[in-house]
């Protein structure tokens, strides 16, 4: 029901389309979203699960789940409760944890990891997938074409600067929302 509901939404109704898969053998990866310019990006994904029967996560503080409702909301879209305090430990440990505990794990993470303009990217989603040795998978949201596309499959080696570099290239000129926002 929510695929069907899914894709008369976002396909027939707003006209948008999807290219390309997570290959059904890839059970665990980090999926890199881009460009990230508006809220709007968060519906994106979270619609584009049940039309692809995608099975994904992101990250979410976990002082949002102190409302039941709005954790139990969460945790159906697909969130993971993590903490970011400065008692917490390393985040990084957090998630090579949950990525050990669990069979399938694909982590949808923004890596401009901001809605504003940057110049820079966070790393976080490479260093994620070197720690958990799986492979990064590409993402665009180009909302002038209204177009979702899982792109490259990219399998990290750990020359950080020189890979994010290429990676970041793949998603120049794709429009975002707010396309003046969008990677350079």
């Known amino acids: 029901m929510t695929k069907l509901l899914a894709e008369l939404i976002f396909l027939k109704i707003l ?7 997570i290959p059904k053998t890839t059970k665990k990866c980090v999926i890199a979203i881009a460009p990230h310019t508006s809220n709007w990006d968060f519906f994106i994904g979270v619609i584009v699960r049940p039309i692809k029967n995608l099975r994904s996560s992101f990250l979410v503080k976990k002082e949002l789940y102190k409302f039941p409702p709005l954790g139990w909301l969460l945790t159906y879209m697909g969130g993971i409760p993590v903490d970011r305090g400065r ?9 090579v944890k949950i990525f050990n505990e ?22 976080g989603f490479y260093r994620i997938a070197m720690a958990t040795k799986v492979p990064i998978i590409l993402c665009s949201f ?10 490259e499959e ?8 020189e890979e994010v570099a290429y990676i970041k290239s793949k998603f120049v000129g794709v429009p975002g929302k707010h396309p003046e ?4």
């Open 102 to 123: 669990r069979e399938v794990m694909r982590l949808a993470i923004t890596p401009e990891g901001t809605r504003s303009k940057v110049s820079e990217w966070k790393t």
């Open 15 to 21: 006209g948008w389309e999807i290219k390309g898969d």
């Open 154 to 161: 990219f399998h990290p080696t750990g020359n950080m600067d």
């Open 181 to 184: 926002l969008g990677v350079d």
């Open 87 to 95: 008692n917490a430990g390393n985040l990084m440990d957090q998630i």
């Open 142 to 151: 180009d909302f002038k074409q209204r177009v979702v596309e899982f792109g």
